[in-house]
């Protein structure tokens, strides 16, 4: 079974509130999207990475990894899910039905190689996939306008990271259905779960945070300094 990863990587980040968007934002002097490339690609199995990009994104040249042979390009759309299915298109000719895809977020560049290793050796011989995921530590209401309304059984609750890892074929079509239907897909698990099957977790580093606000990025040079 070989192993393929996209990265979408087509995203303004509006709620960063920055001129440039936060895959370019440079943590201990270079870009977030360059840490992130390098993470994965220090993980031997992964064959090739498809970056989805925005049309018109003038940075992505000048990156160092721009030029890594495992790297290749196609062009993001405009929800998050329209990305990951471009770049899952682009290995149409490469990758077969029962390959493993790994997705991840460009905007998580603290990934450790080892989680990969374990996202991979974990989910071995599954016939779906499954995610990199972490236990709720807070406890979790439930509210409408500013009531509480009822507290959420912590234990059943695991936040969702990145890389999520599926058989090709299998997230492609559950994919392009749940799109089509209009279903909302704020991940590619919930497409798959969408299509009737069950995703695993795999309990992940708590330092994988994805880069949303200002406040992320000294958090992230912590964590990639350790
Ligand atoms: O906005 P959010 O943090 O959920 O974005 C998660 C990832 O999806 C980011 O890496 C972002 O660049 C990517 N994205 C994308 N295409 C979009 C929207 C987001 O590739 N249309």
Request: aromatic letters at 4%; a neutral charge; hydrophobic letters at 45%.
């Amino acid at each position: 079974v070989r192993c393929f990863a996209v990265v979408p990587a087509a995203g303004s980040g509006k709620r960063m509130g920055a001129a440039v968007p936060k895959q370019y934002l440079e943590l201990l002097g270079r870009p977030v999207l360059q840490h992130t490339l390098e993470r994965l690609l220090a993980v031997a199995a992964v064959e090739r990475v498809v970056v989805a990009l925005a049309a018109d994104d003038p940075r992505w040249p000048a990156l160092l990894a721009a030029s890594d042979p495992r790297v290749m390009t196609t062009i993001g759309g405009a929800e998050r899910g329209d990305s990951v299915l471009a770049g899952l298109r682009a290995l149409a000719a490469e990758a077969g039905p029962d390959d493993w895809v790994m997705v991840h977020d460009a905007a998580r560049p603290c990934l450790r190689p080892d989680d990969v290793e374990k996202l991979l050796a974990e989910l071995k011989g599954d016939p779906v996939g499954g995610i990199l995921a972490l236990p709720s530590v807070d406890t979790l209401k439930e509210v409408e306008g500013r009531d509480i309304v009822a507290t959420v059984d912590r234990s059943r609750i695991w936040r969702a990271l990145t890389p999520q890892l599926f058989r090709y074929r299998l997230l492609t079509e559950a994919l392009e259905r749940a799109l089509a239907a209009g279903a909302t897909i704020t991940d590619e698990a919930s497409a798959v779960e969408w299509a009737g099957r069950r995703p695993k977790i795999v309990e992940g580093h708590p330092g994988n945070i994805k880069i949303t606000r200002p406040e992320d990025l000294p958090l992230a040079e912590f964590y990639l300094r350790q």
